[in-house]
């Protein structure tokens, strides 16, 4: 039997459909368009936006993407031809209102509220881009470093008791995934959208 996701809009696009693991909690707003895959334990917030239409996008395991966070990606262009993709690994935290446009997001990144990554940038695992941070085309986070600013700048690296507090916000979007997915079970026993 196909897992309900009520409220949520999920819509194939020229011949892709999204793939979304049965453990990924979508909840009602949020609208994913095409290639996308979203991997096991993943929570994809109220009201977000993930659209592969002119390429993929690729969410690895226990990922959350925060309320009203716009993930899109860019199609091929002259010396790119195979476009910028976005990808996105495990244990990454994206906070709300972020936009994640045709990038790389390693395992464990962390992206601020209301921040910006633009094409061709890579968040080394560890690295964090600060809230209302603009990362610009094609620049790089290292791993265990902190950039701010617009557009962001190195600003230091990340002890490691901030990388546990990233570690725990996963563990802890994860529970709370379980809980809303509960409630709206709960409030849908029929299962219908």
């Avoid at 309900?4 to 453990?23: E, M, N, Y």
């Avoid at 109220?46 to 239409?53: A, K």
Wanted: proline fraction near 6%.
């Amino acid at each position: 039997m196909a897992v309900q996701r009520p409220g949520a809009t999920i819509l194939p696009f020229h011949g892709k459909v999204p793939q979304i693991h049965d453990s990924a909690f979508i909840a009602p707003g949020a609208r994913i368009i095409g290639d996308v895959t979203i991997g096991p334990d993943s929570s994809i917030w109220y009201n977000c936006v993930l659209r592969g239409d002119v390429n993929r996008i690729v969410i690895g395991a226990r990922t959350n993407i925060q309320d009203g966070t716009v993930v899109h990606c860019d199609g091929p262009v002259e010396g790119r031809p195979d476009g910028f993709p976005t990808l996105i690994g495990d244990d990454v935290l994206i906070g709300h209102m972020a936009m994640i446009h045709g990038c790389t997001l390693e395992d464990r990144a962390f992206v601020g509220l209301s921040a910006t990554v633009m094409n061709a940038c890579t968040i080394e695992s560890d690295g964090m881009l600060a809230a209302g941070a603009m990362l610009s085309p094609g620049k790089r986070i290292g791993a265990r470093q902190l950039w701010m600013g617009s557009p962001a700048k190195y600003a230091r690296d990340l002890t490691g008791a901030a990388l546990a507090d990233m570690q725990a916000g996963v563990a802890r979007y994860v529970e709370n995934s379980r809980a809303h997915l509960a409630a709206l079970a709960a409030a849908n026993p029929d299962g219908a959208a």
